[in-house]
């Protein structure tokens, strides 16, 4: 226990080890969630609060309950837990029972239910009406929505498919009745039936109950309202439960999940209680920042890592040229790093993949593409070991890291997505990019095109708004560089050219006109001295006189950071800045 205690900071091991029926884990990015729950399971299995055969971990994908299992191995418990997803182990229990009830006539697992929901929809609806019925029918059946009461629910989610809401309720019955007729059952029909099971026979529930006693359950900010019933069914009265996860990487309610089962945790449990982890191990201060900053005004959480480079902004005149120049980039940086697999390339939808597959080709760069799979008793997608470049969407990247990201095609119609127009959505779509740029450890570059070709057309795009909000945190994040003066200059310089009517509204404060001039001026002396502008005089000064205001030369070297020969080269030319007057009073 003593060595467990070294390896874990104080927040995560009083998350280890705090006694209590129903615990809540909120673990912001990067802050070790998978460590503390599987140090957890670890702990509690050594002081026989509970016992291994007896364990329930719930994952989202299967490649997470293989590295639950092996951790739990590594930290010396022999004795196997049971993990995987919802989806693998409601199908296992089923199959028990069938077996117990020697079920003649076994319903066959529906592997793709959009096959079978295309085959029912007219051929003279368009591509996109058919899409838009197939994602909403997966909406509904994640809602646990019938026909009668997927309209209400649409209205009051806010919700504007491109289909109208009676057109979908007709084909959510047309697909229940043909999956009846064919002995079909979907996935989600699965955790239905595990639900049916438990609720209508007493006796198996608490045979499930008794077999698993202690359940936790990671990324709980994912669990939809079906996953949330079949949870509470597997939960007996003596159930202890810890659950993981992070209500700002909440990025699939567009699929039916409801992060209020994690954030209203305690009207649901009562007497449980919350731990939260706060530090980042994952990415350097800087990053940490930047990603922030979509998020508004809620708290960051606090970089254990080293300084490390500002998060970079580059425009491009094209897609094309975009593509090519993080492909130069990659090159570039592939020269210091230990292997492609190291960088990554995020976009927000699968259509921008092509553009960077042909970049990539041409630039003789190894690549895979990475995309989410339809649901699969084994969900997650199986990515190779080969070493390559990962382009992939920031949905899929959800849980993966790398030294460097590349953050492609933050435009309007991307990030945000067109079709966010509710406040929801448009929440979520921050929390999706702060996901996308928290996968970055060391490096983290952003980029846009003015210019995007779509088909045969190319269409001038706008900057995503969001760009406006990291460039001012890069600013302020340039500040703890000691080169931070050039590089503040230069993300103004963007942020004006990108962002013209916006800035010209945003009239900067006298501080910051001084700052400004301040920090120009300094630049000079260190390209004229061949310094480091920090050489000149530090940024620690230059708040210090922004704050106190010197008028005179006197009031001046009573500032602590300007030595007496500071004082005597640069005093006088500073009072000027400051004062913009011509003459200095002693």
Known sequence: MEQQRNDLTPDQYNAVRIDTKRLRILAGAGSGKTRVLTHRIAHQSKTLRIEPEHVLCLTFTKKAAEELRSRLKTLGLDSPVTAGTFHALAFAQLQTRWNDLSIPRRPTILENRRTLLRSILPDRLTSETRDTICNEIDWATARRLTPETYPTAVEKNQRTPHSNSTQVSEFLNLFTQEKRKRNLIDFDDILEHAISDLVNDTDFAAGRHWKYRYIFVDEF????????????????????????????????????????????????????????????FRSTPQIVHTASSVLGDKPSLSSQKPDGEIPSIHQAKTCIDEAEYIASSIKERRIYAESWSTQAVLVRTHAQIERFSDAFTRSEIPFKVSKNNEASLDTGASLSVDDSVTITTFHAAKGLEWPIVHIAGLEEGFSPITYANSKSSLDEERRLLYVAMTRAQNELHCSWARERIFGSKKISRKPSPYLKEISHSMQAASIKKSDGSSLRNRIRLFREQIFPETEAQNTPSEDSKQRQKL???????????????????????????????????????EIPQLNDFKVKRYGVEIIQILSDENSIKP
Do not use: H
Request: hydrophobic fraction near 35%.
């Open 221 to 280: 900010q994912d669990v939809n309202p079906l996953q949330f019933a079949l949870l509470r069914a597997w939960l007996g009265e003596d159930s202890s439960m810890c659950i993981v996860g992070d209500p700002d990487q909440a990025i699939y309610s567009w699929n039916g999940a409801d992060a209020k089962y994690l954030e209203n945790f305690n009207s649901y449990f009562p007497d449980g209680q919350t731990v939260e982890l706060t530090k980042n």
């Open 519 to 557: 920090e120009s001026w300094r630049e000079s002396k260190a390209v004229a001295a061949g310094v480091n502008p920090c050489d000149v005089i530090s940024d620690k000064f230059i708040d210090q006189v922004i704050d106190q205001k010197p008028r005179t030369l006197k009031q001046l070297s």
